[in-house]
T-cell receptor, first 115, second 113 residues
């Protein structure tokens, strides 16, 4: 089945540590996204990538980094510079480009807790 | 800037009750509008969408009509079920070539038997 796989589902981190969240898709989508979800705040865009080897900052990119070396992979690193990293992180993909209908396909999310 | 505002939750209904979740938006140009649903512990799924004024999106008994004159996209269902309990997000897209969506804050629906 085609879809988006995020791992790990749950992650605990000590303060000062960097952690990387994995996102893999086999939908052959060009565009991929990382959103952060906090209670009562909806989803906020961290980074997005429309094509391999290119990505752009979203609304809350500070303290995060990404790479897009392969079409199917878009890992997110939460660095120690992120002041409040405890959240639910969602990865998504879309067809991208002129064929884009605006529909995003989401993974099941990764819950990061800083101890 | 572009934004989406949803009615605050949680919304608690009895089974078979009528549901309305209000959504209004602010956007330049002609956005596409979406409703996504998130079941507990899961990611979001597209519920329905509308791409131009007066379009009605529908799926699984849910409906929403794109009202340009009132900049609204309210979600409705005639008879809710316990299985509809979830968080519902209204969203808009104004840039078709980037695929970026702007989400509302989400509305939690709880349906009691």
């Amino acid at each position: 089945d085609g879809g988006i796989t995020q791992s790990p589902k749950y992650l605990f981190r000590k303060e000062g540590q960097n952690v990387t969240l994995s996102c893999e898709q086999n939908l052959n989508h060009d565009a991929m996204y990382w959103y952060r979800q906090d209670p009562g705040q909806g989803l906020r865009l961290i980074y997005y990538s429309q094509i391999v080897n290119d990505f752009q900052k979203g609304d809350i990119a500070e303290g995060y980094s990404v790479s897009r070396e392969k079409k199917e992979s878009f890992p997110l690193t939460v660095t120690s510079a992120q002041k409040n990293p405890t959240a639910f992180y969602l990865c998504a993909s879309s067809i991208g480009g002129l064929a884009n209908t605006g529909e995003l396909f989401f993974g099941e999310g990764s819950r990061l807790t800083v101890l | 800037g572009d934004s989406v505002t949803q009615m605050e939750g949680p919304v608690t209904l009895s089974e078979e009750a009528f549901l309305t979740i209000n959504c209004t938006y602010t956007a330049t140009g002609y956005p596409s509008l979406f409703w996504y649903v998130q079941y507990p512990g899961e990611g979001l799924q597209l519920l329905l969408k509308a791409t131009k004024a007066d379009d009605k999106g529908s799926n699984k008994g849910f409906e929403a009509t794109y009202r340009k004159e009132t900049t609204s996209f309210h979600l409705e269902k005639g008879s809710v079920q316990v299985s509809d309990s979830a968080v519902y997000f209204c969203a808009l897209s104004t840039s078709s070539n980037t695929g970026k969506l702007i989400f509302g804050q989400g509305t939690t629906l709880q349906v009691k038997p």
